[in-house]
């Protein structure tokens, strides 16, 4: 069973950066960063497949977001710089709970989600 804990939001004005953490119990080939706005859907921002590291972006944050991982950790991260009032949402760590792959990653099938980590950019 995969279970996520993410901490690291908070509140910071537009151009400020923060950093997410999101410690895993368990295994995921994938794990994912996710964010909801109030009134929009959740959308994928980064995913990182685990064994390479390799990542992919959203358009939204290419440039300004790096997700990167610490096996030994059993942590993944992601680094917002450069953050915009639009980034203000509710920030989601997500893995593969089933044990499947996907590589290259993407924002697809991802089964098993923290409780989410508030970020609010003012400005």
């Known amino acids: 069973q995969v279970q996520l804990v993410e901490s690291g939001g908070g509140s910071v004005q537009a151009g400020g950066s923060l950093r997410l953490s999101c410690v895993v119990s368990?295994?995921?080939?994938?794990m994912g960063w996710f964010r909801q706005a109030p009134g929009k859907e959740r959308e994928g921002v980064a995913a990182?497949?685990?064994?390479?590291?390799?990542?992919k972006y959203a358009d939204s944050v290419k440039g300004r977001f790096t997700m990167s991982r610490d096996n030994a950790k059993k942590t993944v991260y992601l680094q917002m710089n450069s953050l915009k009032p639009e980034d203000t949402a509710m920030y989601y760590c997500?893995?593969?709970?089933?044990?499947?792959?996907?590589?290259?990653?993407?924002?697809?099938?991802?089964?098993?989600w923290g409780q989410g980590t508030q970020v609010t950019v003012s400005s």
């Open positions: 368990g295994f995921s080939y994938n």
């Open positions: 990182i497949y685990m064994l390479s590291g390799d990542t």
């Open positions: 997500a893995a593969r709970a089933d044990g499947s792959s996907r590589y290259p990653p993407d924002f697809t099938g991802f089964d098993a």
